[in-house]
């Protein structure tokens, strides 16, 4: 076993800004920076970690859930935009007061300098548009602020369309497509080289999507369906819509989305995790196959733990027999691969 070696992680998907919009006390930007945050991530456990940098997501949860999450909270005062854009101004702040740590990055070679600099390299991400007017104006706004990736539709249904929900075991056949306000956002991302996230879309979205955007298809976070039946995963045959496309699958860390029997337990072993990854090379070959972590926003193998536990990860994967060039693919090399594809620089 060869576990000496580590590699850096770019990935695809973290709840970072949700967990600090979300607390109330103190300064969570700073307790971010100084190592002192709980869940998955801080500045400390992200350099043990290797963690490189990846998408960060702006998610604007159910009133409901705010308010069992902040004590303050007044449900009726709900506001998507202000929501959407407090998260924004969060990112922005990790990148001001991090002392050169981090960076904001709108380009595959800003990421490129980032990791040749041990810079954080931070994507800014969207999941779930429930801040967008149906004429997405307030898009060029978040495009300026670094927005590079869009994922339209969360679970429940939006303007845009109806996102993936159901039970376990289910299947993403849930309801009805995108509607024309998202068929609009749709061509709107294609011609603003923006990522479009399939990772939440059912099945009729997914389907638009594919049949129109002429971009490579991305599920940011998201596992196997035939391994764990969560209608969040996907099927062999959108995998295999995938793969026509030259995309990219991020495998979800979430113990719900790898376990056969989908529970939410942390006895789930770093083989699991590698079981996925197997699934989906062979769907996808050796390119197409990267990480989504969801980072701070499910609960991951106990083995793993959070991020700073990635390098155990990795030694699963060379223990698994993966090559140190397909180990690099997989922890970075193709998420820059499909981004520079999609971003088209
Ligand atoms: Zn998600």
């Given at each position: 076993?060869t ?30 920076l ?8 801080d ?19 159910p009133?409901?859930y705010?308010?069992?999450?902040k ?21 922005h702040?990790?990148?001001d007061r ?20 041990g ?29 590079r ?6 679970n ?30 749709l ?23 594919a ?10 976070h998201s ?42 337990d ?49 030694a ?30």
């Amino acid at each position: 076993m060869t576990s000496s070696f580590v590699s850096p992680v770019f990935d695809g998907h973290n709840d970072l800004l949700l967990r600090l919009w979300l607390q109330e006390q103190g300064d969570p930007v700073a307790d971010f920076l100084h190592g002192t945050l709980s869940g998955h991530l801080d500045m400390a456990r992200i350099r043990q970690g290797g963690f490189a940098g990846g998408l960060f997501a702006v998610f604007v949860p159910p009133a409901q859930y705010a308010r069992q999450s902040k004590t303050e909270y007044v449900e009726e005062d709900h506001d998507p935009l202000a929501i959407t854009e407090a998260q924004i101004a969060l990112l922005h702040q990790i990148a001001d007061r991090s002392a050169g740590q981090a960076r904001i990055c709108r380009s595959v070679g800003e990421i490129e300098r980032c990791m040749a600099e041990g810079v954080l390299a931070m994507v800014l991400h969207i999941e779930g548009a429930e801040a967008l007017d149906e004429e997405c104006s307030q898009l060029d706004r978040w495009i300026a602020a670094g927005l590079r990736s869009i994922g339209p539709l969360w679970n429940l249904q939006n303007r845009f369309g109806a996102g993936v929900t159901g039970d376990f075991p289910g299947s993403p056949d849930s309801g009805e497509g995108l509607t024309p306000a998202g068929l609009n956002l749709l061509r709107i991302c294609n011609s603003k080289k923006l990522l479009i996230d399939l990772s939440h879309m059912n099945e009729k979205s997914f389907w638009q999507v594919a049949n129109l955007s002429h971009a490579p298809l991305v599920a940011t976070h998201s596992n196997v369906h035939a391994l764990c039946p969560q209608p969040r995963n996907l099927t062999a045959r959108q995998l295999a819509a995938i793969a026509e496309s030259d995309g990219f699958v991020g495998i979800n860390f979430g113990n719900a989305f790898l376990r056969a029997d989908g529970k939410r337990d942390e006895s789930t072993s770093l083989g699991e995790m590698v079981r996925h990854l197997d699934a989906l090379l062979e769907k996808l070959g050796e390119d197409g196959v990267g990480f989504g972590s969801d980072f701070d926003g499910i609960s991951v193998p106990g083995e793993l733990g959070d991020v700073a536990g990635l390098p155990r990860l990795i030694a699963a994967m060379t223990q698994a027999g993966y090559s140190r060039e397909l180990v690099e693919k997989i922890c970075w090399r193709n998420w820059l691969r499909v981004l520079k594809k999609t971003w088209g620089e």
